[in-house]
């Protein structure tokens, strides 16, 4: 093709050219906050795993190192998982020595009707990015945090995938002013209550 794409390739090719990739992350004011500890007891995700994708269709970019996957697209990751309409991966080479090593996933941005899952949580948005390189994840947009029965609400999520930490924001409002974070928290009932 003149322009430097590849046509759109089947599910299952798609499934494999990402592990392909996926592989080379083995290595490698004034607004009231809330926080909730994630993820595992021990705080942090192994973020050391590879990730798999799958989706309807993968476009590669190879002149911007861009994979673009859209319709029904899964990630998983370890514990993680994440689900969106379409998905742009971000990628570049590993290094300038040209010793085949693989390229390097830096950033994945996640459109239309995020949601993210771990064990202990679930959140959702508008849009998500995903700074592999700096292990945190950003959801933006109506983000609703859930852990169990407690309920946090805002209009971003930053969850450092290293210390398990997440931290919900209120967004700017329509009359500009700084918007609030609203918790829903349901103590848990002893036994015999």
């Known amino acids: ?11 299952h090719l798609s499934k494999i050219t990402v592990i392909l990739l996926a592989i080379s992350l083995m290595g490698s004011g004034g607004l009231p906050d809330a926080y909730a500890q994630s993820a595992t007891s021990g705080g942090g995700f192994d973020t050391n795993q590879p990730i798999e994708i799958t989706a309807d ?10 994979a673009v996957f859209e319709g029904n697209v899964q ?6 998982r994440m689900r969106s309409s379409k998905l742009v991966v971000h990628y570049s080479e590993k290094n300038q020595s040209n010793d085949g090593a693989p390229t390097n996933i830096r950033q994945i941005d996640a459109m239309g009707d995020v949601f993210l899952s771990s ?3 679930t959140a959702q948005g508008d849009k998500g990015v995903y700074d592999v390189t700096n292990k945190q994840i950003d959801l933006q947009g109506n ?9 946090l609400r805002g209009d971003n999520l930053t969850l450092d995938l290293v210390s398990g930490k997440s931290r919900v ?6 009359d500009g002013k700084t918007g609030r974070v609203k918790g829903i928290f349901v103590p848990e009932k002893k036994a015999g209550e």
């Open 1 to 11: 093709m003149d322009n430097g794409q590849i046509p759109k390739m089947p599910r």
């Open 57 to 66: 269709s993968l476009e590669v970019q190879q002149a911007n190192q861009q």
């Open 75 to 80: 990630v998983v990751q370890g514990e993680i």
């Open 119 to 121: 064990p202990r949580e």
């Open 143 to 151: 983000v609703v945090l859930t852990q169990g029965k407690n309920v």
């Open 169 to 174: 924001e209120g967004g700017a409002t329509t």
